[in-house]
């Protein structure tokens, strides 16, 4: 799959954990940084990576910040963006399945690598259930009207 990864100063070691784990599995990656301790404003980089996911050059989006609470909230204001913070690997699952996220977010500062690469192997193996889940997706996607 293509995914597109951008995190903060806050999210950036967790993200290239990740990033590595990817390619590792041999997804392909578009990292949109940041890559260093330098601090940075994590809206930016969310915008950085859901115009890929709205482009759709890439199949979904992963963001780190150091909760994940900022960048998915920055993430969830672009149209046609779907952010799902996940703290575990189960939230993970139901992000996809219940609201057919197309971003997914994670903290840096409170997820391990170990359970970072949980939560994506658990996203991506999750299929939306359509059905009620479609009907309030639709109705989300119509608060942006
Ligand atoms: C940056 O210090 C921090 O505020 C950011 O990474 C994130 O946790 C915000 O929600």
């Known amino acids: ?11 950036f070691e967790l993200k290239n ?12 990656v578009m990292n949109l940084g940041t890559d260093s301790s330098e601090s940075v404003d994590y809206p ?19 963001l780190v910040c150091g909760t994940g609470v900022g960048i998915s909230i920055a993430a969830n204001k672009i149209d046609g963006i779907r952010c799902g913070l996940c703290p575990s690997k189960e939230i993970a699952a139901l992000v996809k399945q219940h609201n057919n996220a197309n971003v997914i977010a994670l903290g840096g500062r409170f997820t391990s690598p170990e359970e970072g690469k949980a939560i994506i192997d658990s ?3 999750a299929q939306f259930e359509g059905g009620r889940h ?7 996607m119509a608060l942006e009207k």
Do not use: N, P, W
């Not at 954990?17 to 392909?28: C, N, S």
């Open 1 to 11: 799959m293509k995914i597109a990864m951008a995190a903060d100063h806050g999210g």
């Open 17 to 28: 954990i990740l990033k590595d784990y990817l390619e590792e599995k041999g997804h392909t």
């Open 123 to 125: 996203y991506m193996a």
């Open 134 to 140: 479609q009907t309030r997706v639709d109705k989300i």
């Open 44 to 62: 930016d980089y969310a915008k950085l990576c859901c115009e890929k996911v709205v482009s759709k050059e890439v199949d979904f989006g992963i």
